[in-house]
């Protein structure tokens, strides 16, 4: 499909809300060294969850809109937000953890831990982990709402062919998804910062 509609948006308003919570904690760790764990915790399941919904949702409805899917019966307003919860909720673990680690260990620098690259690569990844994930919504409503029995859909690793893009990424692009899914069997990121997506291709098969 087309790339995520509005994608830099996504990742902006993203990376915005991590930094957000980045920047109150760097401030509060660099005047008392206190760091709340538990509070970062839901602080950033709070930030993020909303705009994973949202990606996640624009991502389904554009994969739609290209393919010409009807998803006006479909769960997805229900499905998109289980979904955010729980990647929410897994982002925030996987941010704590990597922060704890960064902060317990000796001359790191704050501004390393709480800056902006690091809120940008997370804001960067998450927006195409969200973006797959709708993707993968989409296509498995329309298998089974959809299509008639002797409809398959066929993915290929689309890559962003730029001056940005990664030897990984590169070797991908254009691959069914028979083969890129031996190393990434959930699909784009391959790693962070990633901006990759799929194009999908729908066939009938053949009796």
Same mark, same amino acid.
């Given at each position: 499909m087309p790339d995520l509609p509005n994608r830099d948006q996504h990742e902006a308003a993203l990376t915005a809300a991590v930094l957000a919570v980045f920047d109150d904690y760097r401030r509060r760790v660099g005047t008392n060294g206190n760091f709340p764990s538990q509070e970062f915790h839901q602080r950033v399941q709070l930030?993020?969850?909303?705009?994973?919904?949202?990606?996640?949702?624009?991502?389904?409805?554009?994969?739609?809109?290209?393919q010409?899917? *009807?998803?006006s019966q479909s769960p997805l307003r229900v499905d998109s937000q289980k979904w955010a919860s729980d990647r929410a909720a897994t982002l925030a673990t996987l941010t704590l953890d990597t922060t704890r680690d960064a902060l317990a260990t000796p001359g790191t620098d704050l501004q390393t831990i709480f800056g902006l690259p690091r809120a940008e690569s997370i804001g960067i990844t998450e927006t195409t982990t969200a973006a797959t994930a709708g993707e993968d919504w989409a296509a498995a409503?329309?298998?089974?709402?959809?299509?008639? *029995?002797d409809t398959r859909i066929e993915e290929y690793w *689309?890559?962003?062919? *730029?001056?940005?893009q990664c030897p990984i990424c590169s070797r991908l692009h254009a691959t069914p998804k028979r083969v890129w899914s031996r190393e990434f069997p959930d699909g784009p990121p391959a790693h962070p910062r990633c901006r990759c997506t799929r194009r999908f291709v729908v066939k009938t098969v053949e009796a």
């Open positions: 930030a993020t969850f909303p705009l994973l919904t949202a990606t996640f949702t624009d991502s389904a409805k554009g994969l739609a809109a290209d010409s899917w *009807d998803l409503f329309a298998m089974v709402f959809l299509f008639a *029995d *689309d890559g962003i062919l *730029d001056s940005r």
